[in-house]
């Protein structure tokens, strides 16, 4: 039953999709492995890290497309659950420093020691277990999704005031995880990390070997999307988008469909979380910060809402512009560029690169699996 | 619960229904009886959508009883359980999924399971198929089964929307003016279309248009101001004296 659900997305674009995905997974981490690093072709070490913080970036747009693109939520949470994921990995790689860190405690961090704790706190048991943290990933993200899911659209709540709301319960954990009693290490986070499953977190390899694991996620990811909109399920998504009473009326209870997609989302976006951790070296509670999933939605708008390619291309294109910026002199004038970019794309673009790229070509085929999304809002009014 | 109700296929009693104090419903009775076409009229205001609003689960009321079937209490179930009892609803404006090809509305408007899990699993079968066909004759769009439906002519939509009632297999349905923007010719072909279905079905149809109530040729209620003004066939409301105050506005 799952393999003929996986196997009815496998269409030609989404093999492409795919393969090159897994190229570009293996291809990076070669060339900064087996070349010289004189050689033209060599990737340095640094720039394995950047492309692969962009990989989960494009993984957490993805998630983002899954419930906007497709069902009209327009979530301006979900650096949320991205950041939820992250610590999740933060506590797994604390645990692995072990005896390692200043203090030299066997369990305690570093952090716990400083604010004179004696014991680990209950939630921090069994962090030091690589299957317990993967299985954190995905359960606290989806678990707030759901409680947060199940009272927003049970008391259906749309639109603008779901966003404000997704808004507000980020920020609330920006402020919860600031606090040091909280045990997540409050403002400086977690860091400082030494292995992942027992390899050097520093080393080429282990660096090669987390980006071609982001781009397997993010493969993985883009395979789940896909069959999740070709199933049946997905036409009642953009059903929900178009016409939400109408699917009502017909008798499908919209709430739980939104339920479902929005936990599943959230779930990637936690994985999302956990591969950028261990690539960018810190999680701390400035990944809550509202602006960090505004960005994201612009991510997606650039690339093209409703296209699960739109997304990967937009978060790529969109980060790549930033860290170019925001290295150079105009560093200043970054966030002007953004704000520029996605009042250009809404006015001019407004179905993103990929959306209008795809549209063109596929205009004189009505029904060829790639609902023509309503354009990305200038107000997210969906 | 008296003898009437319990034969009914649709029965209102007493209902009231007020928004910020004013009284879009006002103690509204009406029963349907099964098998029944039954046409409302009223002017604008008369709480025409409201009394829809509330049979299919959308707005609640204050006070009066709603009975589906003769014992299913309406009052109490959302506006999804209400469809799967086999209560379609027509809007309108034509509401249809603009980003949807014809078929693909059809087929999410198929009577069956409706639970997400189901759909995400769901495969689709060749008694399906035949369904879907069979509707796509009935409202005439089998040569733009593969079109949007966003590309679909006014009159088609409201075609297609029809045809999307007819896949849910309703026991009744409610169809808010139907003719509305539609020409002459297509109106005609809906009065005909509509009769067609309520051989099997029940349908309550709202509608301005004295032509096509007329082409109906069915039992009329006049709705005022929330409540029944008049019941009976369109010539004997026609002459009701209250009626011709109200609603033909002397």
Not at chain 1, 78 to 83: K, L, Q, S, T, V
Not at chain 1, 184 to 212: E, M, V
Not at chain 1, 217 to 244: N, Q, T, Y
Not at chain 2, 7 to 15: A, E, M, Q, R, T
Request: charged share 15%.
């Amino acid at each position: 039953m799952l393999s003929g659900f996986l196997l009815r997305a496998l269409d030609r674009r989404t093999w492409i999709v795919l393969l090159l995905l897994v190229a570009i997974g293996l291809a990076v981490p070669a060339l900064n492995l087996f070349t010289d690093p004189s050689s033209p072709i060599h990737v340095p070490t640094y720039v394995v890290a950047l492309l692969g913080k962009y990989l989960t970036y494009a993984l957490l747009a993805l998630s983002v497309d899954l419930i906007w693109g497709y069902c009209g939520i327009l979530s301006l949470g979900h650096g949320a659950f991205f950041a939820l994921g992250g610590y999740a990995m933060g506590m797994y790689l604390m645990r692995q420093i072990g005896a390692r860190g200043v203090y030299a405690n066997p369990t305690l961090p570093d952090f716990m020691v400083f604010l004179n704790w004696k014991e680990l706190p209950w939630f921090w048991y069994g962090f030091d277990m690589f299957w317990f943290a993967a299985l954190m990933v995905l359960v606290v993200p989806g678990l707030l999704a759901f409680v947060f899911g199940w009272f927003a659209f049970r008391s259906r709540v749309t639109g603008v005031y779901l966003s404000i709301i997704t808004q507000a319960m980020t920020y609330a954990l920006l402020l919860a995880f600031f606090r040091n009693d909280m045990g997540f290490g409050g403002n400086n986070g977690l860091t400082d990390f030494k292995d992942i499953l027992g390899f050097n977190i520093q080393a080429d390899t282990t660096r090669g070997a987390l980006f071609l694991a982001s781009a397997l996620a993010l493969a993985l990811g883009f395979l789940v999307c896909r069959a999740v909109i070709a199933s049946k399920f997905g036409k009642v998504l953009v059903a929900v988008r178009d016409a939400e009473s109408r699917t009502r009326f017909i008798g499908y209870r919209v709430e739980g469909y939104k339920l479902v997609v929005f936990v599943l989302s959230a779930m990637m976006a936690g994985v999302a979380g956990a591969l950028y951790v261990p690539q960018v070296g810190i999680i701390n509670p400035g990944e809550f910060a509202p602006a960090n999933s505004i960005e994201a939605v612009i991510w997606v708008a650039v690339g093209g809402r409703g296209t699960l390619i739109g997304p990967i291309v937009g978060a790529v294109l969109v980060n790549f512009a930033k860290t170019w910026f925001t290295t150079g002199m105009l560093a200043e004038y970054w966030l002007f560029v953004l704000g520029g970019l996605f009042v250009a794309v809404t006015l001019f673009l407004p179905k993103g690169v990929v959306g209008t790229f795809i549209g063109r070509k596929g205009a004189n085929r009505p029904g060829n699996g790639i609902p023509a999304a309503p354009a990305a809002q200038p107000q997210p009014a969906e | 619960m008296n003898e009437k109700a319990k034969n009914s296929l649709l029965y209102l009693d007493g209902v009231s229904v007020s928004f910020d104090g004013f009284k879009a419903l006002n103690a509204l009775s009406l029963v349907i009886e099964p098998g029944e076409m039954r046409a409302i009229i009223g002017p604008n205001g008369a709480g025409k959508t409201t009394m829809m609003d509330v049979i299919t689960g959308k707005t609640k009321p204050d006070e009066g009883d709603v009975y589906f079937s003769g014992s299913v209490d309406l009052r109490r179930m959302d506006e999804a359980s209400i469809a799967s009892l086999g209560i379609g609803r027509k809007f309108q404006k034509p509401t249809v999924f603009e980003s949807h090809s014809v078929w693909d509305n059809l087929e999410l408007a198929l009577a069956g399971p409706r639970g997400p899990f189901a759909m995400l699993f769901h495969k689709r079968t060749r008694a399906e198929e035949e369904r879907i066909e069979a509707i796509l004759t009935t409202i005439r769009l089998g040569e733009k089964r593969d079109w949007l439906a966003a590309n679909l002519s006014h009159g088609q939509k409201q075609w297609l929307e029809i045809g999307m009632l007819l896949a849910q297999e309703p026991k009744l349905l409610l169809v808010d003016e139907p003719a509305a923007g539609m020409t002459d010719a297509e109106t005609a072909e809906t009065a005909i279309l509509l009769k067609e279905i309520a051989k099997t079905k029940s349908v309550v149809v709202v509608e301005h248009d004295m032509t096509f109530v007329r082409d109906l040729d069915v039992k009329v209620t006049v709705l005022h101001e929330g409540s029944v003004l008049s019941e009976g066939t369109l010539d004997h409301v026609s002459a009701d004296p209250r009626v011709v105050e109200v609603y033909l506005g002397r």
